[in-house]
């Protein structure tokens, strides 16, 4: 495994982190949805087996599970081995009171005596505001004092403007941020990944793939890869890439499968800061030209937005819709759409409430974009 520098902190950590959001899901004895402990484990310990030791989880995945499948995978020595980051889910922060209940709730779901990494959780400038007259820089502070965190972090879905007021607004230790060949002009943009490491505050990068997408390309990009005379899957190119800026510490993948761990974990022993060529960069600008012709909307497929009261299948119809466009399939009479609506889950039914823009990290328009995805793809 290789280990990245953390600026300021002065520490390494591996350069492929897992990111847990997306393991998979499954029914317990009782019906109810939960995390897959057998893959989790799996996941998790052939990753620290093979040098990983960067783990990041959050309050709010996997239906609020993804914590206590991670520490209970985490038990029998593994959790010694790696640094823990997870997030306060600021959407149910009302007050300070809540910040110190939310991270006791956290501590005992992980079942650790201090949580390593504590970001507050995919922060907008709004979010900021709120949360920085509820106290929560002094919370922060407190918990560092106390040792119950290691870390003061944040992790971010808003704008470059956004990026550096906040970034400028407390003494942070790391930002967790979503970058990759696709995003350079998109949320923290490249800017940002320059402001901070003119700070020395490490970055970790979350959506690599663009939660998957850039791993399974169109044709056309898949094209531009094959013209470099070695042999590169497209999810290669894009680790490789981010690898490439000395200012990026950890990247986060969130793999679904140990076949993807042991992807990823080869992946990665090939990357290093300043080591891709010019005809190699040039390879990624032509594949990111040729990309952005294909894309109709930004989704991620993060979920952030779900459940949606109306029952709309938000991520599902946009996943659809891009699909159709990436592959140049004929866009009406998409037959996985009508298999949305047909469950009662299509775009008809929005009643552009917006509850969904006020979760999505990526800013898009979502009524207007189902509005639009309901038209073309019947
Ligand atoms: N703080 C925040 O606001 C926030 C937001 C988003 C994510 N995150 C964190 O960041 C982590 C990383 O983000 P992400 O999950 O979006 O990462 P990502 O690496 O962009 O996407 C992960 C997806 O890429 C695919 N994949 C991974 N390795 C692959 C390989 N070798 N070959 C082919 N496909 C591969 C898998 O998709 P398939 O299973 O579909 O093949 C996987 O689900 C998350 O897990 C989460 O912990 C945080």
């Not at 400028?168 to 998109?186: E, G, L, R, T, V």
């Not at 850039?214 to 899957?233: I, M």
């Not at 779900?306 to 592959?327: H, L, Q, R, S």
Request: charged share 25%.
């Amino acid at each position: 495994m290789k280990y990245r520098n953390f600026g300021k902190l002065g520490i390494e950590c591996s350069a492929f982190g897992i990111g847990c959001m997306r393991f998979p899901m499954k029914k317990n004895e009782d019906g109810v949805n939960t995390v897959d402990q057998e893959i989790a484990n799996e996941i998790l310990h052939t990753a620290i087996d093979n040098g990983v030791n960067y783990i990041d989880t959050a309050y709010v995945y996997s239906d609020r599970q993804n914590e206590k499948a991670v520490g209970t995978a985490l038990k029998g020595g593994y959790r010694e081995k790696v640094h823990i980051a997870t997030k306060l889910p600021v959407w149910d922060v009302k007050s300070k009171e809540d910040m110190y209940r939310l991270y006791e709730e956290q501590r005992a779901n992980l079942q650790v005596d201090f949580i390593d990494f504590y970001l507050i959780h995919s922060l907008n400038l709004g979010q900021w505001k709120r949360l920085r007259e509820l106290g929560v820089r002094e919370f922060l502070d407190d918990l560092k004092k106390q040792k119950k965190i290691t870390y003061a972090c944040f992790s971010f879905h808003d704008n470059y403007d956004a990026f550096e007021q906040i970034l400028n607004d407390y003494d942070w230790d790391m930002c967790q941020i979503q970058f990759n060949y696709m995003d350079i002009n998109n949320q923290a943009t490249i800017k940002g990944v320059e402001l901070a490491g003119s700070k020395n505050i490490p970055i970790v990068i979350m959506e690599g793939l663009q939660g998957g997408r850039l791993a399974n390309v169109p044709g056309s990009v898949k094209k531009v890869f094959e013209s470099y005379k070695e042999k590169r899957t497209p999810a290669e190119w894009a680790f490789r890439w981010l690898c490439n800026f000395p200012q990026i510490g950890t990247v986060l993948s969130g793999v679904t499968n140990l076949e993807q761990t042991y992807q990823n974990l080869e992946t990665f022993d090939k990357t290093g800061v300043g080591i891709m060529t010019h005809e190699e960069l040039e390879i990624v600008d032509r594949a990111r030209e040729e990309y952005m012709r294909r894309i109709k909307v930004g989704c991620t497929g993060c979920r952030y937005c779900m459940p949606c009261p109306m029952g709309v299948d938000i991520p599902g119809i946009f996943g659809t819709w891009n699909e159709a466009y990436k592959f140049r399939d004929d866009i009406s009479k998409n037959g996985h759409y009508n298999r949305i609506l047909n469950d009662g889950h299509g775009a008809n039914k929005c009643v552009a409430c917006g509850k969904c823009m006020e979760k999505c990290p990526q800013s898009i328009s979502i009524p207007e974009m189902l509005r639009q995805a309901n038209c073309e793809l019947q």
